[in-house]
């Protein structure tokens, strides 16, 4: 991500991927196809750095990108903030401490409850568009790391920096039987990440 003053963007538009970004997402394109993914579609979320990073993909493997909303960024309330705001920070604005009162929601933001039903629902219905091969999903760290904490039964309330979970990785899953299982994570960009600013994936 090209952002200098490490502002907390979620949804806001005018955040596209950086030199190093784009190379991150082409790394990752680069070694499923050596993998020899059978990749069929490409479906990304609608913002400009999603789309930005399902380019490679489409490219590789000679497919268009597809937008499902179903795979964007949460809302939260501190969009448009620096990252680096602190508790102390909050408790001295009274008027946002209904924001913080239930981190186990959280109430900063979209439920965890409802990031993973939609995203469920958007891999369901990538899952049955297609008649063989892969869907490559192109999202963002939280809402992969709630489908992670969904099929793997743990419960969706997290330590966020403990996300497993970096800039251009792989989760895979695997339809079986009645439900989806994960089978998989790769870090494809790993030996670009000690000079990357923003860690927070796509």
Request: aromatic share 8%; glycine share 6%.
């Amino acid at each position: 991500m090209h952002n200098p003053e490490h502002v907390l963007y979620g949804r806001l538009e005018g955040f596209g991927l950086s030199e190093l970004g784009h190379r991150m997402a082409a790394s990752s394109a680069a070694m499923l196809h050596e993998q020899g993914a059978p990749v069929t579609a490409v479906v990304a979320s609608p913002l400009q750095r999603t789309r930005e990073s399902a380019a490679p993909w489409a490219e590789t493997f000679g497919l268009t990108v597809a937008l499902d909303e179903r795979l964007i960024e949460p809302t939260n309330k501190y969009e448009g903030r620096r990252s680096d705001f602190t508790i102390a920070k909050q408790l001295a604005v009274p008027a946002e401490w209904p924001w913080i009162v239930n981190p186990l929601k959280p109430s900063w933001g979209e439920a965890y409850v409802s990031i993973a039903a939609r995203m469920l629902s958007a891999i369901e219905d990538a899952w049955a568009s297609v008649d063989s091969g892969d869907v490559v999903l192109v999202s963002h760290q939280l809402p992969i790391w709630m489908v992670h904490r969904s099929v793997t039964g743990a419960r969706l309330f997290h330590d966020p920096r403990r996300r497993r979970c970096s800039l251009s990785s792989v989760t895979s899953l695997e339809r079986r039987g009645d439900r989806f299982v994960e089978v998989g994570y790769q870090d494809p960009a790993q030996d670009l990440l000690d000079s990357a600013v923003d860690l927070g994936a796509v």
